[in-house]
DNA sequence: TATTTATTAGACTAAAAAGGTCTTTTTAAT
DNA sequence: ATTAAAAAGACCTTTTTAGTCTAATAAATA
């Protein structure tokens, strides 16, 4: 019961992103150094972001990604289900008819509640909130940064 | 971020034997066929429940499984973790070395309140309020079911 | 305009996890 | 001794994860 990479990738990215603020162009391979992301994986990342309206990228030479939403308007939870897909924890939350159980089982219905009160934490947690401590904008060590 | 099918069955079973009451002995192909899940695999299953000493398996012909805790000493995330291992949510929240930002990491600090949160969720629901209404107990269509 | 450098899109791959099954051995009731 | 149930562990298939690679495209610039 845990997050993968690609969604853990995801959220250090738009947290980087964030910190540059909305609208500031950052090339791929800037927020993959910084944020300990192996490139390609983040490309692949991104299209997923990019479709889920977090960024937009920018092709061509000195291309990048841009940060479309504010990060007030994003929580940590858009980035995760946006590349991870829903969180579920029990498919027969999402999926009554998988369990022909779940219209009488208190089992379920913890798991409702549990789902419901995890999303909503993550839901919470928008990025302006994230931002209050530097994160990610030093993963590497690079004392010399600014 | 799902429970695996492993951590579901373990539920079916410790809750079909808590409506059989502590002490009582109940056979894999009984539990298997009431709960649907899979026989073998329920073995298996049935082994890590032994070692983490919820239950206790008598071998032989007519061995079976034993609940030998009451199920109000048993919770839902005890009988999930024993079989799936711990709930972690986010890997630098139980191995912070994972990660040189988890120090000082927002996002950290989400992921460890969130599964903190969830875990409690899931320690309070005991296997003794599970059995509130009934379930598991027909889970396949037994209507002479006793 | 040609070159360079960046990204896209999708095929591809390796490794791990999930979800079981099968076989042999052991155990205990009859 | 026979029979039936479980143990233990090897084995297997499918799915998911976590990427990489390559060809095509797009835009800045020499
Ligand atoms: S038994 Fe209950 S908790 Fe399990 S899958 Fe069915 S409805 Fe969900
Ligand atoms: S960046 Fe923060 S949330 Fe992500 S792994 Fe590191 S410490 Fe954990």
């Avoid at 299209?47 to 841009?66: H, R, T, V």
Wanted: hydrophobic share 35%.
């Amino acid at each position: 019961m845990r997050l993968t990479m690609a969604g853990e990738y995801a959220v250090r990215a738009i947290l980087y992103l964030s910190h540059k603020g909305q609208g500031v162009l950052t090339s791929r391979k800037e927020i993959s150094e910084h944020c300990d992301v192996p490139s390609q994986f983040l490309a692949k990342i991104a299209q997923q972001l990019a479709k889920s309206g977090f960024i937009e990228i920018l092709q061509g030479k000195s291309g990048g990604y841009i940060l479309v939403k504010q990060p007030q308007d994003i929580s940590l939870l858009d980035v995760i289900e946006s590349v991870t897909g829903e969180i579920t924890l029990n498919q027969c939350v999402v999926r009554p008819e998988s369990c022909k159980m779940s219209g009488e089982c208190t089992v379920h219905e913890i798991w409702v509640e549990a789902r419901r009160k995890l999303r909503s934490t993550l839901k919470q947690a928008t990025f302006e909130k994230l931002m209050e401590k530097k994160v990610c904008t030093t993963i590497k060590d690079n004392s010399d940064n600014v």
